[in-house]
Every structure is written in C-alpha cells, then in structure tokens.
C-alpha cells in the first residue's frame, strides 16, 4: 500500500486523531459481532491510518534533519 493511495480524508488527520480512529478500529475488531466483511474493510483503513502516521514521522524527521542541517551551515558561515 502506497501513500498515494490513502484516503482524502485519511491525509487530513493528525496523528493523534488517526491513532484515537486506530484505538476505535481495534476495539471494534475485537468485537465478536463484528462480520467478517466489516472486520477487513476496519483492518484496512486501520492499515491506511497507520502508513499515514508512518508519512507524517517521515515528514517530521526531514525537517528536524534540516533544520539541524540548515543551523550548522549557518554556524559554518557565521566563522
């Protein structure tokens, strides 16, 4: 499963938001009378939520990278 391929509405969450909708998906999963077709359709938005957060740590860990990047070539400069 791609990035590309995740939701609208998916991309629009924060990480908190798609881990509390991840502890909802799970309780549900866990839910006896839950049918089977539900169960996957759960299962794969709860895999589309969580590839989601995986981007949205990327997107934080580039930016710390370069920021950390940018303020050592800036301290380079400043000699």
């Known amino acids: ?3 590309k391929n995740i939701p609208a509405d998916i991309k629009s969450k924060s990480i908190k938001e798609a881990q509390n909708e991840i ?3 799970i309780v549900n999963l866990e839910d006896e009378k839950t049918d089977l077709k539900e169960s996957l359709d759960k299962y794969n938005r709860m895999m589309q939520l969580n590839l989601h957060i995986q981007e949205k740590f990327r997107q934080k860990m580039n930016e710390i990278r370069n920021s950390k990047f940018d303020s050592k070539n800036q301290s380079s400069q400043d000699k």
Do not use: G
């Open 1 to 3: 499963m791609k990035s």
């Open 23 to 25: 502890k909802n998906i």
